[in-house]
């Protein structure tokens, strides 16, 4: 059998309960014989392999598309930059008005000097 169990969670790729169609298959007829000697059932085999065929055609064809979207992400971040160090370059940004506005803040603050304590007496 070609599904394992971790395919058979998986959502089908086909739908499961559609209807039979009657196929012409060609096959070698010394292994077709063997196989009904054997009470395998030809139609479920085929079916099997057909769509683990499928499968492998589907797996490359999102690969093949996850390929080209990452060629293209590439593509965007050499020619505009990625957007983690905009986002970067923003809060550097930010923190160097943090500072400035409170370099200023301290610049305009005049200290008072503070009135002396009186020294208690502890009994």
């Known amino acids: 059998m070609f599904l394992t169990s971790e395919a058979a969670v998986r959502t089908p790729i086909y739908d499961l309960k ?18 009904r000697s054997f009470d395998i059932n030809a139609s479920r085999v085929a079916e099997e392999a ?4 499928v499968r492998v055609k589907l797996t490359e064809q999102v690969e093949s598309e996850v390929a080209q979207d990452i060629a293209a992400t590439n593509a965007y971040i050499a020619a ?14 930010q923190r160097i008005e943090q500072r400035q506005v409170e370099q200023s803040n301290e610049a305009e603050t005049v200290l008072v000097p503070k009135s002396p304590r009186s020294k208690r007496r502890r009994r």
């Open 80 to 93: 505009h930059g990625h957007f983690g160090d905009s986002i970067t370059e923003w809060m550097e940004q």
């Open 50 to 53: 057909l769509a683990y065929a």
């Open 18 to 35: 559609a209807p039979k169609q009657t196929v012409s298959l060609t096959l070698n007829s010394d292994l077709y014989a063997k196989a």
